[in-house]
């Protein structure tokens, strides 16, 4: 027995241009992992990976228990993998695409279905190929939400999708944590939606993960401080400081280690803080990217 | 399933603070009253559509300031001892004022020219709500 849906362990995947780059990172069950990332970060590798399309060149890979790539078959029976370069037939209905489904998954709930074709307000008979785009994911996202798996995998679920279709995608996602055995990884570029629904946020840069942790953690450490700093004065440098940004008499000081320490420590050091700002996931994403290209650099 | 709690993007605080903010409100005006079942860290999450971390963050924080008490496992109630809460709500208060006077002294400002600024302040909140 486990409770972990995803558990990683130093994966790594190496391309001729891109590689994934010793990859560790666990997801427990009844919880949500925003995947950030910049385009071309490893993602979807990452993704795929877990869904056993590629397979690793190292590391060990379990999703749900099943080791992966051996027990994929086993696994992905509770997996639902939904990606934006997936194609449904386009002159199939979405019925016979959901009759389709239906006889592959012996866990397919029809009634759940129904419900899903309601509040997405589609229709069985509608050819694929008359769907807009924003339907199209809909009608995707109830293909594999009613066989109701364990894991869901979603590689930018809600790119290209106007407010209210995004909006109509977030609560069907937070309605699957209604049962805590099951647990949701999604990627995605928008960071207002990982903020909100994610317990877990994992940033990935350039094929590294450069950070991983639960999201009250994030918005907690990462502070902006604003400083007056006396004329000819350079700024100590403390532990927990990603960026100094000094111009004049005023200093922004970025930190993923915030404590009323670090205030104190600035004030005993002759500097005036007047400003202690919360960031935004966005600007804490920037910022780290920002912080791990530096250091790598150097 | 409606919604007892609403989170606004515009508002920059952050999101367990808005959730904490909007359960105080439920109860200081009556709908929720002592000894009564909160909805479930996870039925408010869902119903809110926030991570079940940020709402078990605002759960922890409403239990050290005494406004709830969860009952082993996991049900949560409206604390039954009222008081104990705006007792602990006065001192966070006084916190921030002495923070308020403590920048004040740093700007130069007189008592009465900070007493006017958080003059402005109660104006400007009371046209949002």
């Known amino acids: 027995m486990t409770d972990l849906a995803i558990e990683l362990e130093g994966v790594s995947k190496a391309y001729r241009f891109f590689a994934l780059n010793d990859v560790s ?13 910049p385009n071309g970060a490893g993602k979807s590798t990452l993704i795929r990976i877990l869904m056993s399309l590629i397979h690793q060149d190292r590391g060990q890979v379990r999703v749900l228990g099943r080791s992966m790539p051996e027990e994929q078959v086993a696994a992905k029976w509770q997996i639902g993998y939904v990606s934006e370069d997936m194609r449904l037939y386009g002159y199939g209905t979405l019925g016979w695409h959901m009759r389709f489904v239906a006889s592959i998954y012996p866990s ?65 996602l937070m309605d699957v944590l209604r049962d805590e055995r099951r647990a949701i990884l999604f990627s995605s570029h928008n960071t207002q939606d990982v903020e909100q629904i994610s317990d877990q946020i994992t940033f990935i ?7 991983s942790s639960d999201k009250e953690t994030f918005i907690e450490h990462w502070r902006r401080l604003k400083l007056e700093v006396p004329g ?18 005023i200093a922004t000081v970025t930190t993923n280690a915030y404590s009323d320490e670090l205030v104190r420590a600035y004030g005993n050091a002759g500097a005036t803080v007047h400003e202690v700002q919360r960031m935004t996931l966005e600007e804490i994403f920037v910022a780290n990217v920002m912080a791990s290209r530096k250091e790598r650099a150097s | 399933m409606h919604s007892y709690v609403t989170i606004s993007q515009a508002d920059r605080r952050p999101m367990y603070l808005q959730i904490i903010e909007q359960i105080r409100r439920r109860i200081a005006v009556g709908d929720w009253k002592a000894g009564d079942e909160l909805p479930s860290i996870r039925a408010l999450a869902i119903s809110t559509q926030v991570s079940v971390i940020t709402v078990k963050r605002a759960y922890l924080e409403l239990e050290r300031e005494g406004v709830i008490v969860t009952r082993q496992g996991k049900a949560s109630f409206v604390a039954e001892q009222v008081d ?43 046209e949002k709500s």
């Open chain 2, 84 to 126: 104990l809460s705006s007792q602990l709500r006065r001192e966070e208060l006084d916190q921030h004022l002495a923070a308020a006077a403590q920048i004040g002294r740093e700007l130069a400002l007189t008592a009465e020219e900070l007493i006017e600024r958080m003059r402005a302040q109660m104006t400007e909140g009371g």
């Open chain 1, 205 to 211: 840069d350039r094929g590294r993960i450069i950070d």
């Open chain 1, 232 to 249: 000819g004065f350079t700024l100590p440098s403390f532990a927990g400081v990603v960026d100094v940004s000094q111009s004049g008499h």
């Open chain 1, 108 to 172: 397919w709930d029809a009634p759940y279905a129904q419900t899903l074709l309601k509040r997405f307000n589609l229709r069985t008979e509608q050819q694929i190929k008359s769907l807009s785009h924003g339907e199209r994911a809909k009608a995707t996202l109830l293909l594999m939400l009613a066989r109701r798996p364990r894991l869901l995998l979603l590689d930018e679920p809600t790119t290209g999708l106007d407010p209210v279709a995004r909006h109509e995608m977030l609560v069907e």
């Open chain 1, 25 to 37: 990172l666990t997801l427990p069950c009844g919880q949500i992992m925003g995947l950030v990332g």
